[in-house]
């Protein structure tokens, strides 16, 4: 089992070749834009789940786009990557994303109302 430092190591690293990969590999409907907000892997590193925010008009056709193209982005990541066991990663969209969106939208609201 990989160490709590080394695991964070790798979490960075594949969030940083993952968005490498989805800015220069993945063509997504309309005018979506991607990001991968953060990556959190299996305590034996063997899973990697991949949190994405998606701005745009159709959040379910990235995220079907994705998972559509996985095999691809993974193949990628494992040339990429010189670490072994390489995590089979898995996408998901990032719900604390929404929520800060969600508090934006509120703080944006009572300030315009002079509440705060």
Do not use: C, W
């Amino acid at each position: 089992m990989p160490s709590e430092l080394r695991r964070e190591k790798i979490e960075n690293l594949l969030r940083e070749e993952l968005a490498k990969i989805l800015d220069r590999d993945i063509e997504f409907p309309g005018r979506t834009i991607v990001t991968v907000t953060r990556v959190h892997t299996s305590v034996d590193g063997h899973y990697a789940n991949a949190y994405v925010s998606i701005l745009g008009a159709d959040p379910a056709g990235a995220l079907a786009a994705l998972k559509k193209t996985i095999y691809h982005i993974q193949k990628s990541v494992n040339k990429k990557i010189r670490i072994r066991p390489v995590p089979r990663i898995a996408f998901k969209i990032d719900a604390e994303e929404f929520n800060r969106e969600r508090v934006e939208k509120r703080i944006a609201v009572l300030k315009r109302k002079g509440e705060l």
